[in-house]
């Protein structure tokens, strides 16, 4: 073996090598088995670890606690009371004496001074509200309020499920392109050992034979840019989990979840999809519809028992415990309060609820729309792009087969190397369109099913 030859198969030599490391790589070490992780598996996990659905979920708890404490607003209200006061200067009145005394004219009048320099009260008030429907009207509020945080929380519940859709689908077609790249490998090698026999054999051009490594080349990147993103989603994919160990990513992912295909179409036409946005925008309509009659009970009459029962002490002196000085007191009745002016204006309070209500119905048939536009687009750009992989899964079926013929034909020295070396090339652009368009499909599968409400049955 002279010396060119030689240095030819050492080089074969560390090629194989290097085909053979590659394929480990992508297989489990022998005796370990990676754990699998299914799409509902990875939403629920997200949906209990993120902070931002426990921070939701504490908001909601919060408008309960609101709508309780409203609740309390009709329980008796009691409160203590004591107050202990000096008065320097006392209240003088001025008493028509002549009335009382007939020895006095009869319009005579006296000034005199009413009280004592010292005062004290205590007591018990008791005020048990019997109608007020500014509070009945509050407390309804309170509770459209807390289905509106319910559907913001499903908002943000939604948008982490469709992310870890996206990322869930990325897995599994870079899986795929890993399969797909480490078969592409093989054939490289294999076409590439050809060129390099015909080369030893003076057969072949250097230029040819660096196109055929070249291609091979592009094969090993390729395989290295799948692996290396599909390290990428899983740590993403575990950091929208909430997992603490990112690390972790040795895991499968079941690449049959959203098979190509067109689903069946569910909603009724003209119908308006279950998308938490547009019912948290039809209830935040509602809920200013509703404060309109909670701005008028403000001036209805609310009506209530009110109780007190105490004493009171006048002395001259300093002197809380005197005898013969404390006077009880107490009373019960009913307490009706018809509010007429507070000096706000009614009227512009209620124009501006009204404005506020019809804008949430504009934004709300807006978003409807554009819904409607998004699912009708994305099941177009379905049908399209299922339409293209089948011509490109044809069309590399073909290459293969060509690349097969020209592998053989190539080895007899009946075709050329510059045609093994383009159908090679051509192939692996055809293989990069085919998962690049597979992608693009699963983005518009999962357009569709967002804009119909029907994201859940992914994992459901």
Partial sequence: MNCRS??????????????????????????????????????ATALANRKNIQASKANQAIRKLQTEALYRKYRPQVSMEYNYLYNPILQTSILPIGVFNPSYPA?????????????????????????????IRQIDEAKLQERIAATTQAQTEYELAYMVAQVYFDIGLQETKIDAAIADTVRTWVSYQLLQNKSEQKRLLKSELNKGRMNHNDAVRH??????????????????????????????????VAQLGIPAIGNQAGSVPPIPELQQLELNATLTAMQVKTERAQYLPTLSIKGFL????????????????????????????????????????????????????????????????????????????????????????????SIAVFQNRVSEGQESASDLNREEADLQKLQADYHTAKRQYRLYLLDYLNATGRLGELWK
């Avoid at 009413?114 to 509200?129: C, D, I, L, R, Y």
């Avoid at 504009?362 to 729309?369: F, K, L, S, T, V």
């Fill in 6 to 43: 030689s240095i030819n198969h050492n080089v074969g030599r560390a090629w194989r090598t290097r085909i053979i490391a590659m394929l480990l790589l992508a297989v489990p070490a022998s005796g370990q088995c990676r754990s699998s992780l299914t799409l509902s598996e990875a939403i």
């Fill in 107 to 135: 319009d005579a009048t006296k000034s005199i001074q009413f009280g004592t320099k010292w005062t004290q009260t205590a007591g018990v008030t008791v005020n048990q509200p019997l109608l007020d429907q500014s509070v």
């Fill in 223 to 256: 395989y290295g840019d799948a692996i290396s993103q599909m390290i990428e989603d899983k740590v993403y994919l575990l950091f929208l989990m909430g997992r603490s160990d990112i690390g972790q990513y040795d895991f499968a992912v079941d690449t049959s």
């Fill in 310 to 401: 105490g004493a009171n002490q006048y002395t001259d002196n300093f002197d809380p415990a005197a005898a013969n000085s404390w006077f009880g007191q107490s009373y019960v009745g009913i307490a009706l309060k018809y509010p007429i002016l507070d000096g706000e204006n009614k009227k512009l309070k209620i124009r501006q609820l009204q404005m506020q209500t019809a804008q949430y119905g504009q934004q709300r048939e807006d978003r409807a729309a554009q819904y409607s536009k998004d699912a009708l687009i994305a099941q177009i750009k379905m049908e399209r792009t299922l339409a293209d992989l089948k011509t490109q899964e044809d069309n590399i079926a073909l290459s293969l087969e």
